[in-house]
C-alpha cells in the first residue's frame, strides 16, 4: 500500500516484472523458516518488517532483519542492498534493555529536563508494554500484600522518593498504581516511561491501571503532548496513546477491595460489566468506561451531576449500597487531591488516594499517601513528608 506511490528506478528496457522479482528467505536464529517472500526491487527494509509483523507476531520496532550478519536498515531497499534472485536474510527479535531504561531514569533524579532516552528504545518500550497489557484481563484479580499508588501526574521526583522509601518494584514489593501518570507535572514522559520500564521487567510485580489522562484528548491539551512533541517527535506521544488504550482499567484486591482511578458508575451492577469492556478503546464521554475513570464521591446523596462536566458524583448512600451488591468491601481510588495523602468517605468504604507532595498544578498543602494492602486484606496507609 505504501509502495503504490513509488516509482521503480528508471529501467532502459523494460525487463519482464518477474525478472525484478526478488526472493527473500526469511529464517530466525534456529535456521527455521519464518516467510518466503517475493518483493520488487523498491520494497524498503521496513515493508518488510511490516509483512512479518502479522507472521511472527513481533511489532516491526522489536525485528532486527540481518544479511550477512549485517543489521539492514529500515530505508534500504532490495535494489539499494543489490538483492538479484534468491537472497536468504536472519530475523532476530530486540531486547528492550529494561535495566539500563530504569537505571539511566534513576540517575536523573532532580533534573529540569527529561532524561536522555532515545527514542527509538521509548518506541520498543510502549510496544512491548501494549503487548503485556493486551494480555492483561481489564479487571485484574490480585493478592496482597501490595502496595497502593495514587495520582503522580509527572511528578518524577515524587515517584522516585515512592520507590526510594517503599522500596523497588520485586517479588516481595509489589505496586498497583491507579494511573495519573502524565499531565500537569513537568516529567510526564520520565514518570510514564519509568513506570513502562518496570512493568516491562516485572509485569506481575508492577499493576498499572488507566486514568482519564492516559488517552489521546486528556493527554494532547494537559502537558504529555508537549513534552513528546518537544523532545522526541509527536510520533512517540501518537504511540503512547495507543498503548494507553490496551491499559486495564481495574483491578480487585483480595477478592474485596475494587481499586479504580475514578470510581462507580450507575450503568455497573456486575463486576462481569468491566471484564467484557472492549480494548483497545479511547476513553468515551460517557457510559462505564468513562465512569469509571472519570466520577467522583460526593456529600450529596444519590447520583449527582459532577462540576468536571464529565461522568456523575456518587454520594455515601451509593458507595455503601453498591458495594454491598457487588459483595465488596472497600473502594479505593484517587483522582482528587486531597490533603492528608488519603481521605476516608462512607464510614471507611471508599477513600481517595493522592500521592503527590505539594502538588504543583494547585499550588495547595498536600501530602502523598500510599495505601499498604497486607496478605489477609488489610489497610494502612503511609503519608510521605520530607
Ligand atoms: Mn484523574
Same mark, same amino acid.
Given at each position: 500500500?505504501?509502495?503504490?506511490?513509488s516509482?521503480?528506478?528508471?529501467?532502459?528496457?523494460a525487463p519482464?516484472?518477474?525478472?525484478?522479482v526478488?526472493?527473500?528467505?526469511?529464517?530466525?536464529?534456529?535456521g527455521?523458516?519464518?516467510?518466503?517472500?517475493?518483493l520488487?526491487?523498491?520494497?524498503?527494509?521496513?515493508?518488510i518488517? *511490516?509483512? &512479518?509483523?502479522d507472521k511472527v507476531?513481533?511489532p516491526?520496532c522489536?525485528?532486527? =532483519?540481518?544479511?550477512?550478519?549485517?543489521?539492514?536498515?529500515?530505508?534500504?531497499?532490495?535494489?539499494?542492498?543489490?538483492?538479484?534472485?534468491e @537472497?536468504? /536474510?536472519?530475523?532476530?527479535?530486540?531486547a528492550?534493555d529494561? $535495566?539500563?531504561?530504569i537505571?539511566?531514569l534513576?540517575k536523573?533524579?532532580?533534573?529540569?529536563?527529561?532524561?536522555?532516552?532515545?527514542?527509538? $528504545? =521509548?518506541?520498543?518500550?510502549?510496544?512491548i508494554?501494549?503487548? +503485556?497489557?493486551d494480555?492483561?484481563?481489564?479487571?485484574?484479580?490480585?493478592?496482597?500484600?501490595l502496595?497502593?499508588?495514587g495520582?503522580l501526574h509527572?511528578?518524577?521526583?515524587?515517584?522516585?522518593?515512592i520507590?526510594d522509601?517503599?522500596?523497588?518494584p520485586?517479588?516481595?514489593?509489589?505496586?498497583l498504581f491507579l494511573?495519573?501518570? @502524565?499531565?500537569r507535572?513537568?516529567?510526564?514522559?520520565?514518570t510514564?516511561?519509568?513506570?513502562?520500564?518496570f512493568?516491562?521487567q516485572?509485569p506481575d510485580?508492577? /499493576?498499572?491501571l *488507566?486514568?482519564n489522562?492516559?488517552?489521546?484528548?486528556?493527554?494532547r +491539551?494537559?502537558g504529555?503532548?508537549?513534552?513528546? !512533541?518537544k523532545h !522526541?517527535g @509527536?510520533k512517540?506521544w501518537?504511540l503512547?496513546? *495507543?498503548?494507553?488504550?490496551?491499559?486495564p482499567?481495574?483491578?480487585?484486591?483480595?477478592?474485596?477491595i475494587?481499586c479504580? !482511578?475514578?470510581g462507580?458508575?450507575?450503568?455497573?451492577k456486575?463486576?462481569?460489566?468491566?471484564?467484557?469492556l472492549? *480494548?483497545p478503546?479511547?476513553v468515551p $464521554?460517557?457510559? &462505564?468506561l468513562?465512569?469509571? &475513570?472519570?466520577?467522583?464521591?460526593?456529600?450529596t446523596?444519590?447520583?449527582?451531576?459532577?462540576?468536571?462536566?464529565?461522568s456523575?458524583t456518587?454520594g455515601e448512600?451509593?458507595?455503601?449500597?453498591?458495594?454491598?451488591?457487588l459483595?465488596?468491601d472497600? /473502594?479505593?481510588?484517587?483522582?482528587? @487531591?486531597?490533603e492528608?495523602?488519603y481521605q476516608?468517605?462512607?464510614?471507611g468504604?471508599?477513600?481517595t488516594?493522592w500521592?503527590i507532595r505539594?502538588f504543583r498544578?494547585m499550588?495547595?498543602?498536600?501530602t502523598?499517601?500510599?495505601?499498604m +494492602?497486607s496478605e489477609?486484606g488489610?489497610?494502612?496507609f503511609?503519608?510521605?513528608t520530607?
Amino acid at each position: 500500500m505504501a509502495a503504490s506511490a513509488s516509482q521503480p528506478d528508471a529501467t532502459e528496457s523494460a525487463p519482464s516484472t518477474e525478472d525484478l522479482v526478488v526472493n527473500v528467505k526469511v529464517l530466525n536464529l534456529a535456521g527455521s523458516e519464518v516467510a518466503d517472500l517475493p518483493l520488487k526491487p523498491e520494497t524498503t527494509v521496513r515493508e518488510i518488517k *511490516r509483512t &512479518l509483523q502479522d507472521k511472527v507476531k513481533c511489532p516491526d520496532c522489536m525485528q532486527c =532483519l540481518c544479511h550477512q550478519d549485517q543489521p539492514l536498515d529500515d530505508r534500504d531497499t532490495c535494489a539499494s542492498l543489490g538483492w538479484q534472485g534468491e @537472497v536468504t /536474510i536472519y530475523l532476530t527479535r530486540m531486547a528492550l534493555d529494561a $535495566e539500563k531504561g530504569i537505571s539511566t531514569l534513576l540517575k536523573s533524579g532532580g533534573a529540569q529536563g527529561p532524561a536522555k532516552m532515545q527514542r527509538t $528504545e =521509548l518506541e520498543r518500550l510502549c510496544a512491548i508494554c501494549e503487548s +503485556i497489557f493486551d494480555s492483561e484481563p481489564m479487571l485484574l484479580e490480585l493478592q496482597g500484600p501490595l502496595m497502593v499508588v495514587g495520582n503522580l501526574h509527572g511528578h518524577f521526583d515524587q515517584l522516585l522518593q515512592i520507590l526510594d522509601k517503599m522500596g523497588h518494584p520485586s517479588d516481595t514489593k509489589r505496586y498497583l498504581f491507579l494511573g495519573g501518570y @502524565v499531565d500537569r507535572g513537568p516529567r510526564s514522559l520520565d514518570t510514564v516511561s519509568l513506570l513502562f520500564f518496570f512493568k516491562a521487567q516485572q509485569p506481575d510485580n508492577v /499493576i498499572l491501571l *488507566r486514568s482519564n489522562h492516559e488517552d489521546a484528548s486528556m493527554s494532547r +491539551i494537559y502537558g504529555f503532548y508537549d513534552e513528546c !512533541h518537544k523532545h !522526541h517527535g @509527536v510520533k512517540l506521544w501518537k504511540l503512547f496513546c *495507543r498503548t494507553f488504550n490496551s491499559m486495564p482499567v481495574a483491578a480487585l484486591v483480595n477478592e474485596r477491595i475494587f481499586c479504580v !482511578h475514578g470510581g462507580l458508575s450507575p450503568e455497573l451492577k456486575d463486576l462481569n460489566q468491566i471484564r467484557q469492556l472492549k *480494548r483497545p478503546a479511547q476513553v468515551p $464521554e460517557s457510559g &462505564l468506561l468513562c465512569d469509571l &475513570l472519570w466520577s467522583d464521591p460526593s456529600d450529596t446523596s444519590g447520583w449527582g451531576e459532577n462540576d468536571r462536566g464529565v461522568s456523575f458524583t456518587w454520594g455515601e448512600d451509593v458507595a455503601k449500597q453498591m458495594l454491598s451488591d457487588l459483595n465488596l468491601d472497600l /473502594i479505593c481510588r484517587s483522582h482528587q @487531591v486531597v490533603e492528608g495523602g488519603y481521605q476516608l468517605f462512607a464510614e471507611g468504604r471508599a477513600v481517595t488516594l493522592w500521592s503527590i507532595r505539594n502538588f504543583r498544578h494547585m499550588d495547595m498543602p498536600s501530602t502523598c499517601g500510599v495505601m499498604m +494492602i497486607s496478605e489477609d486484606g488489610k489497610r494502612t496507609f503511609e503519608c510521605l513528608t520530607e
